[in-house]
C-alpha cells in the first residue's frame, strides 16, 4: 500500500480495495482481531441505546456486520428499521448474502424491516431527519472527508438524534501499545496478505492500509472535538479492551 493512497483517500481506490477483499473481509476481521470485533459491536450497540421502534442508519456499513447488531435490538415491533449503506457494491452484496442468511434460520422476525443500498456516506439519500440513529463501525476513517461526513451524519439525524461510532485507537498502557504497534504494523499485514491472497498488485497489501489509517485517525480526544465541531453535543467515549477500540457517541 502506498502512502500515497493512505493520504489521499481517493474515493476510487478504496472502493476498489474493499471490493478486492470483500470475499474474506469478515474471516480476517474475525482472525485478526482475536474475535474480539464482535464484541465490540455489541458494546456499541448497547452503548447507544438502540431499542424497539428505532429507526437506525449504518453508514460505511460494509459486510453489514453493525447494522446486524443493531437488528436484533428492533425486537419484533414493525416500526423500526435498519438501513445499511456502503458506497462498496461488493461490500453491500456479502452483507445482503448474511441477512438472507439469517432470515432462512429464522434468527430475525420480518416485521422488523433490514434494507441495503449502496450509497456515499458523503452523499446520503435520505431527508434531514430522517433517523433515531447513524453508526458507523470501523468505516468513518475512510471517507475523504471526516468532517463532511460527520456532518452529513448529522444531518439525517432528528433532533436528539444520537450518532454511534466504533473506531480503532491506540491503547494507553506503554507495553500494550507497544506490543500492539508491532502486531498492527508488522504481523497484521503479512497475516492479512497471506490469508486475503487479494489480486491487485497495485494495492500491494489492502491490510497495510488498515494500520495507516488508523495512525491518521484522530486519538479520542481529538474525534471528540471535531464531533463538537461537526455540531453535536453531549459528546462522550469509551475505550474497550486495553483501548484498542474506542465508541463515540453525539447527539443532535
Given at each position: 500500500m502506498s502512502?500515497?493512497?493512505?493520504?489521499?483517500?481517493?474515493?476510487?481506490?478504496?472502493?476498489?480495495?474493499f471490493a478486492d477483499i470483500?470475499?474474506?473481509?469478515?474471516?480476517?476481521?474475525?482472525?485478526?482481531?482475536?474475535?474480539?470485533?464482535?464484541?465490540?459491536?455489541?458494546?456499541?450497540?448497547?452503548l447507544a441505546g438502540i431499542g424497539p421502534r428505532h429507526r437506525v442508519l449504518d453508514v460505511c456499513c460494509g459486510t453489514g456486520d453493525l447494522a446486524l447488531e443493531a437488528w436484533k435490538r428492533l425486537g419484533e415491533e414493525p416500526a423500526g428499521v435498519i438501513v445499511g449503506?456502503?458506497?462498496?457494491?461488493?461490500?453491500?452484496?456479502?452483507?445482503?448474502?448474511?441477512?438472507?442468511?439469517?432470515?432462512r434460520r429464522r434468527e430475525r422476525p420480518a416485521a422488523a424491516p433490514f434494507e441495503l443500498l449502496v450509497a456515499d456516506t458523503l452523499r446520503l439519500p435520505f431527508p434531514e431527519g430522517a433517523f433515531d440513529f447513524v453508526t458507523v463501525g470501523f468505516g468513518i476513517?475512510?471517507?475523504?472527508?471526516?468532517?463532511?461526513?460527520?456532518?452529513?451524519?448529522?444531518?439525517?439525524?432528528?433532533?436528539?438524534?444520537?450518532?454511534?461510532?466504533?473506531?480503532?485507537?491506540?491503547p494507553?498502557?506503554?507495553?500494550?501499545?507497544?506490543?500492539?504497534?508491532?502486531?498492527?504494523?508488522?504481523?497484521?499485514?503479512?497475516?492479512?496478505?497471506?490469508?486475503?491472497?487479494?489480486?491487485?498488485?497495485?494495492?500491494?497489501?489492502?491490510y497495510k492500509y488498515l494500520p495507516d489509517s488508523v495512525d491518521l485517525f484522530p486519538e479520542p480526544q481529538v474525534l471528540c472535538d471535531v464531533l463538537r465541531s461537526a455540531g453535536f453535543a453531549e459528546v462522550a467515549y469509551r475505550l474497550l479492551t486495553f483501548g484498542i477500540a474506542a465508541v463515540h457517541l453525539g447527539v443532535k
Open positions: 502512502g500515497a493512497l493512505t493520504a489521499s483517500k481517493d474515493p476510487r481506490r478504496i472502493r476498489r480495495m470483500a470475499p474474506t473481509y469478515d474471516f480476517l476481521n474475525h482472525f485478526l482481531s482475536a474475535n474480539r470485533d464482535r464484541a465490540w459491536r455489541r458494546e456499541a450497540v448497547r449503506a456502503d458506497f462498496c457494491p461488493e461490500m453491500v452484496h456479502r452483507a445482503m448474502e448474511k441477512k438472507r442468511i439469517l432470515e476513517r475512510n471517507v475523504s472527508s471526516l468532517e463532511a461526513g460527520l456532518r452529513e451524519m448529522r444531518r439525517v439525524l432528528r433532533p436528539g438524534g444520537r450518532a454511534v461510532i466504533l473506531e480503532f485507537a491506540t494507553r498502557s506503554a507495553w500494550f501499545r507497544k506490543l500492539f504497534e508491532v502486531y498492527f504494523h508488522q504481523v497484521l499485514p503479512r497475516l492479512g496478505r497471506w490469508l486475503s491472497s487479494a489480486p491487485d498488485p497495485d494495492l500491494d497489501n489492502a
